[in-house]
């Protein structure tokens, strides 16, 4: 851990794995995570702000706040006790800081390499046109869909969708960037069941609807 000055520098902390008396419950956590991911590729300033405030509110129950740090350009939510956070400097003072494992380090970047994603495109398209030619277009436009999400926002392959990431997919993108025909909205469980059973690949267990 490395500790800089109180006037801009920041601590470096743990990673969630590693801190091991935190005061945050995973769920909460990985809805700080979920949050801050919808906020960032969110096109409407007014969606990025209501993550935000939503975010903010549940960690401030835990006495918790965040802030992003850019490490080589890469993006990592760090949440952290809100007596860290010095308002008037907008910076963490670390003279008030006894133990660094109470903060938590969570990486946006998705665990596919961008570099990789016309690879990982192809592979999405091509998985998505099995599903059209076996199941029909109204599975098929739900897996081009889903391709876009993993490709445009992980760089992932579908079959690697974590369950965070079909949650985020079925509540948030699919309902307002894929423009979904009712039909669509109607069986979306079922085509991603086809979507997966089409990889090869056992569906991730998922809610797809919100959980706030």
Known sequence: MTDHD????????????????????????????????????????????????????????????????????????????VEWHDPEEGVIRTDRIEDLSRAIEIPLEGSGDPDDWDTVDEQNRALAAAVREEHGDVHGDTADALADFMGNHYAKPIPSASTAELEEFCTEYFVRNAWPSSEQRACLDDSLERIFETAEKPVPEFRSEPSL
Do not use: C, K, W
Not at 50 to 66: N, S
């Open 6 to 81: 109180a006037h801009g520098g920041e601590p470096t902390v743990e990673s969630a794995d590693e801190a091991a008396h935190n005061e945050l419950p995973a769920r909460i956590i990985e809805e700080a995570e979920r949050l801050r991911r919808l906020e960032r590729n969110a096109i409407d300033e007014g969606e990025q702000v209501a993550y935000a405030d939503r975010r903010e509110a549940m960690l401030e129950e835990y006495g918790f706040t965040d802030h992003v740090r850019l490490d080589d350009a890469n993006e990592v939510l760090v949440l952290h006790p």
